[in-house]
């Protein structure tokens, strides 16, 4: 099979052109519906906090007992962020002052200010995937070893990483990363920061924004807090342990999106995305999210549909998609170095070893 850094690279906006009349229409339209699961997941969330309320009341014996609840809720939160995901993609509804105010609920629990998601995510990272200019890739390792940096190599899978440094990672790694930009954009605001991976700048509007919203997002989480009486139990029970659950679940998706890939200097979607294989509840809870690759190259379509556009990928460019069991992406994740050396290298923090992102290739399914 023909190495990924062979491979003449191909814009996201050519397969799109090409795959876009083989869709049906239904397919570009927005799904309301989604903004129901939305409110759902909420509600989910409000009724565990209710029920930790009384958990002072309960006997420590009996305290087991609210794990599954902590586990749905945990649940609840990856589903609010890949459900406000496809909403400020516009799949969901197309009115953006809506947008925004559901945005600002449903991404809450992600300490994560709509304005800047929309800029992080939607205008930096989608337009720019897996370049030197992507916030969201793997540092180089020439690159200084700034306190971002440092987090990264501690926390993140890698054939280095500390299973104890991993287990803290997953259920913080999500914060780390919206601390990191947070503080870039609000307190520096320029492209000379360099404890991001790659940074960027928002207008003056768009900082106020970003600042309030997180005033606010603050604000929820106090009243969270506050309901639970600053109780100790009550708050790693109820508060704690389910985003730490749901951040973990939402960065294994983050981690196997792209980190695996080489680095391309063209946006072409089937060398720097990775699609997953995943049991297929996962895919009916998180919005079909493991197909990662269709989303980058249709950002805007319903998500119920990813699996039609992965059918036509495979007709079209089958030696080109990177299609991985999950299982095979964590561990190709744990057996490999977490900086770039170059595009198509990997290397750990010393810069010793060198292994090539090619290495993807002996486990894609066909």
Known sequence: MELCNAQKLIRQAEYAKKLRPLLP??????????????????????????????????NLYLLWLYLPLAIVMGNSVIVLLFSSHDLMHGSVIRNSHIIRIISLLGL???????????AVHNREHHNKTNSLADPDRNYLYNQPKTWGKWIQNVCVPSAEVNPISLIVGMATAWGTHNFR???????FNRESVNFVPAA?????????????????IAMIHLSILLYLQFDFLKIVLSYFLPIGIGYAGAIFYVYTNHMLCQMTSVNDPLINS????????????????????????????????????????????PERLNLLDAKDAWNLLMQTPRHYK?????TDWSGEKSVPCAIIENYKIM
Not at 182 to 187: A, H, N, P
Not at 342 to 346: A, L, P, V
Request: aromatic share 16%; proline share 6%.
């Open 181 to 187: 930009n947070l503080t870039s954009v609000l307190f």
């Open 342 to 346: 170059n595009e198509d290298t990997f």
């Open 200 to 216: 960027f700048t928002v207008k003056t509007k768009e900082r106020w924004l970003i600042a309030g919203e997180l005033f606010v």
């Open 108 to 118: 809450a629990m992600l300490w994560m200010p709509p304005t800047l998601w929309k």
């Open 274 to 317: 990775i699609s997953l294989r995943v049991p297929q509840i996962f895919d009916k809870l998180h919005f079909n999210f493991s197909y990662h690759t269709e989303h980058h190259i249709f950002p805007g379509i319903n998500s119920d549909y990813y699996p039609l556009v992965q059918e036509l990928l495979k007709i079209h460019y």
């Open 25 to 58: 229409a239904k397919v570009f339209l927005p799904d309301p519906s989604k903004l129901v699961i939305l409110l759902i997941n909420w509600a989910i969330l409000i009724l565990g906090w209710a029920i930790a309320s009384y958990l002072d009341r309960w």
